[in-house]
């Protein structure tokens, strides 16, 4: 006889349940987006303490080998042995355990994707403002401006700017200007500012420039752009017009963590490495993953100072909270800017510009000495690195530091390092000796598959074929040293399976084409298998993240995060690979993303 309480509870259940049909079905009779599934698993009798799942197959991701089979696995448990520690896997069956009670559901498993090098905020607001990527041209930039004030008329005042990403001057066959913003009288007079698609130059409206004094004074480290008149300003020089910006407040910004993360989940993705957040949003990240109201998605953030390239341990919140929904540990310094903008720091200059090699953004003594302070500390230091020149460095400032961690050890810095775990974020364009270094030293290269085959135009006039072939976007080259996967999102789509198809193919997931529309792909020398590509974005980002065993894996111990495929990942064909639609994302036994059966009946 089950207790009254115990009826009470399961007629509650019953009761929320059937409430949850009925929104449902309304949902679904007005058309409007399910976002949100009205019914967690967690909700279900008999998962609030342990469930065990059987699927048609699972993929455990634990041979060494790096195979792809999936093992005899079907079915795990799932249960949080220690409530501070969050849900983990239990055990895992090749069969169903006649002891229990099993939840059967369809398709194939899949570890939970992380993503090595995100912006959750910057997702976030992107989803809240105008989107521009794909563009090729001027009206279609103030098409989708005008398109978006329709849908948000509040926006474009001196308080809350329109605000806007994805211009590309190379796409669009010319330098933006803030009087083509002022020659469209849908725009005309509004306060705009938008990102280039590498979020390195802001292109701003005449209201905003008319904010700034008369002369203008060129910024270390930066470029205002004055030809063919002014509005752009990039990497330092940004500074200047983003001081004047009223930032969303906080429960804005709560709103674009909660959409970032349902868009994310979509993707298949579990955890994400946040490649630079500001002290006060850190401490924002540490209120919404305690809510448990939204927070979806695991984030290893890694602090950014309110001013770049500094030391700013007092203000930076060391976080690790027991179910891993939030760790900080790191920092992120910066050594240059973006390929795109001529922003990056070659050791030769440009092949398309041989006034210039670019510019770092802080000179070595002082890359090394903020380097050493953090790692001094116990960060982790991750240097934004793209141009030869950068990456040089920051391999040098990260020796450096580990000569100064491991003074006079018996141990080499390799085994230094492989406690420290620096890494460079991105790693674009290194020269034969430094990757030689890197390989010595085991330094960790974090790498965007997709940024490899969108910049593959552009890469090859402004670097020349000989350094494209010895230096840049090396993937194979560096898989010895167990990579770091990711988009950079807003940057690139977040899919990791738009990554994975990138990684294979060196093709651009957006077309399946190669550069200038080749059938081939870019420099297939350096693609990865399937095997290592799915690796990138699983083991590889947890042992960036200090993660190794609880994430990117699913055995006994590791967080109960998975991933739910119509089919066996390797029986798709790599085409279907950059359309991929994910079933089901579970984090932490809890379905982030998907239908449960019930609701499946009920539609
Ligand atoms: C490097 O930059 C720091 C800080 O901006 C400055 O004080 C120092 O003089 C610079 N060193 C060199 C060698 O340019």
């Not at 967690?40 to 303490?49: F, Q």
């Not at 004030?149 to 001057?169: I, K, S």
Request: aromatic fraction near 8%.
């Amino acid at each position: 006889m089950p207790s009254p309480t115990g009826t009470l509870l399961w007629w509650g259940i019953r009761l929320s349940f059937l409430a949850g049909c009925i929104a449902l079905v309304l949902r679904y009779q007005q058309q409007l987006p399910i976002l949100d599934s009205p019914l967690s698993e967690a909700d279900l009798p008999g998962s609030k303490d342990e469930a065990t799942y059987c699927y048609d197959g699972v993929f455990t991701n634990t041979s060494p080998s790096g195979d792809l089979s999936y093992d005899e696995i079907k079915c795990f448990s799932v249960s949080s042995p220690d409530s501070e520690k969050g849900v983990v896997f239990t055990k895992l069956y090749s069969s169903p355990p006649p002891s229990r009670d099993v939840i059967h559901r369809k398709g194939y498993v899949l570890p939970g994707l992380w993503d090595g090098h995100g912006h959750l905020l910057q997702y976030g607001e992107f989803l809240h403002s105008a989107d521009l990527f794909g563009c090729t041209s001027r009206a279609c930039i103030l098409d989708r401006l005008a398109e978006y004030l329709e849908r948000n008329p509040e926006a474009g005042t001196p308080r809350n700017w329109l605000r806007g990403v994805g211009w590309d001057q190379n796409v669009l066959g010319e330098m933006p200007t803030a009087s083509i913003l002022e020659g469209d009288e849908r725009l005309r007079g509004r306060y705009i500012m938008l990102d280039r698609v590498d979020v390195h130059c802001a292109w701003v409206s005449q209201g905003i420039l008319d904010l700034l004094p008369g002369e203008v004074e060129d910024v270390p480290g930066g470029e205002i752009v004055r030809e063919p008149g002014m509005g752009v300003f990039c990497d330092n020089a940004m500074d200047l017009v983003v001081k004047l910006w009223e930032r969303p407040g906080k429960e804005r910004k709560k709103e674009f963590v909660r959409s970032a993360m349902r868009e994310l989940t979509r993707v298949g993705i579990v955890g994400m490495h946040d490649a630079g957040v500001v002290p006060k949003d850190l401490r924002m990240f540490e209120e919404m993953a305690g809510e448990d109201e939204g927070w979806k998605v695991r984030v290893y953030a890694m602090v950014e100072c309110e001013e770049r390239n500094t030391f700013c341990p007092g203000e930076a919140p060391w976080i690790k909270t027991g179910d891993g929904m939030l760790v900080v540990r790191s920092v992120k310094l910066f050594a240059d800017g973006a390929l795109g903008s001529w922003g990056s720091a070659l050791i030769d200059p440009y092949t398309d510009r041989p006034s210039t090699s670019g510019s770092l953004l802080i000179n070595t003594s002082a890359l090394t000495a903020v380097a050493n302070a953090w790692a001094l500390q116990g960060y982790q230091v991750n240097i934004h690195a793209i141009g030869d020149l950068a990456n040089r460095h920051a391999i040098s400032s990260m020796v450096s530091a580990l000569s100064a961690l491991c003074p006079d050890s018996v141990e080499s810095l390799a085994d230094c390092q492989s406690r420290h775990r620096f890494r460079i974020e991105h790693s674009q364009i290194i020269s034969p000796s430094d990757q030689s270094l890197m390989h010595k030293h085991g330094i960790l290269p974090s790498i965007q598959p997709t940024h490899a085959t969108s910049d593959s135009s552009y890469a090859e006039l402004r670097l020349g074929p000989e350094r494209i072939a010895s230096s840049a976007y090396r993937m194979k080259s560096l898989l010895d040293l167990n990579p770091i996967l990711g988009s950079d999102f807003p940057v690139e789509p977040p899919s990791p399976f738009e990554g994975i198809y990138a990684a294979v193919t060196r093709r651009s997931p957006k077309t399946g084409k190669g550069p200038e529309g080749w059938d081939q792909g870019w420099h297939t020398e350096e693609a990865l298998t399937l095997g290592e590509a799915v690796r990138g974005f699983t083991v590889g980002v947890a042992n960036g993240g200090f993660m190794e065993g609880k994430v990117g894996i699913i055995q006994e111990g590791a967080w109960a995060d998975w991933v739910v495929l119509d089919r066996e990942l390797g029986s798709y064909g790599v085409e279907q690979l950059r359309t991929m639609e994910v079933v089901e994302t579970w984090v932490g036994g809890r379905m982030a993303h998907g239908e449960s059966h019930e609701e499946r009946k009920v539609l």
